[in-house]
């Protein structure tokens, strides 16, 4: 059982544009920044979006986040075979339990 | 070009412990945080802890406090994940990454009796 929680799969035609959710609590993303997260089948992970909204150098603007209380989201416009992968969104916990970092669950993202 | 470069798959019996490396080029080792973070098969990713190069400190998972150290070696740019008392469920692929922005390839960790 993840802490931030995201739909276990998505789905989209070529061009569209979908959106993945990540939900959380007030210790995670309610109080910090929101990191994405993409893996392609049998790589290391990939950092695809920092602090919210932010873009690595060399990630396609087709690629966006946003935040609004403790729920986040990623959105992909134009929508593309390669995009292809699995999707996680992360955080930084400040919970009693302990401070340490948590992921979501993954999204699994079909392009049809 | 940056890049982390990780040792070897282990396969270990359970009980054992592994050491995971993790060599760090084309930047400067001290500047990045470095965690360790794993990925059982099929399922999601999972934070382990952190080192900070420059001076060694440590913030470990709490699931993991004790049965992980992350230790590092500046002259090498190298850093080192432990995890003892092993057993079936940390069959895993164990990933470093620096900051998260950078990778490193991965090691399989087979746990079997």
């Known amino acids: 059982q993840s802490v931030l929680t995201q739909p276990p799969s998505a789905s989209g035609t070529p061009g569209q544009r979908v959106t993945i959710s990540c939900s959380g609590s007030?210790?995670?993303?309610?109080?910090?920044?929101v990191n994405w997260y993409q893996q392609l089948p049998g790589t290391a992970p990939k950092l695809l979006i920092y602090s919210n909204n932010q873009r690595p150098s060399g990630v396609p603007d087709r690629f966006s986040g946003s935040k609004s209380g403790t729920s986040a989201s990623l959105a992909i416009s134009g929508l593309q075979s390669e995009d292809e992968a699995d999707y996680y969104c992360?955080?930084?916990?400040?919970?009693?339990?302990?401070?340490?970092?948590?992921f979501g669950g993954g999204t699994k993202l079909t392009v049809l | 070009q940056m890049q982390l470069v990780q040792s070897g798959a282990e396969v270990k019996k359970t009980g054992s412990s592994v050491k995971v490396s993790c060599k760090a080029s084309?930047?400067?080792?001290?500047?990045?945080?470095l965690h360790w973070v794993r990925q059982a098969p099929g399922q999601a990713l999972e934070w382990m802890g952190w080192i900070t190069p420059f001076n060694g400190n440590t913030n470990y998972a709490q699931k993991f406090q004790d049965r992980v150290t992350i230790t590092r070696d500046r002259s090498m740019s190298t850093a080192y994940m432990e995890l003892s008392s092993l057993r079936s469920e940390d069959t895993a692929m164990y990933y470093c990454?620096?900051?998260?922005?950078?990778w490193g390839q991965g090691t399989m960790v087979t746990v079997s009796s």
């Open positions: 007030s210790s995670n993303i309610g109080s910090n920044t």
């Open positions: 990454a620096g900051a998260f922005d950078i």
């Open positions: 992360a955080a930084w916990d400040d919970s009693l339990n302990g401070r340490s970092w948590v």
């Open positions: 084309g930047y400067t080792f001290t500047y990045r945080y």
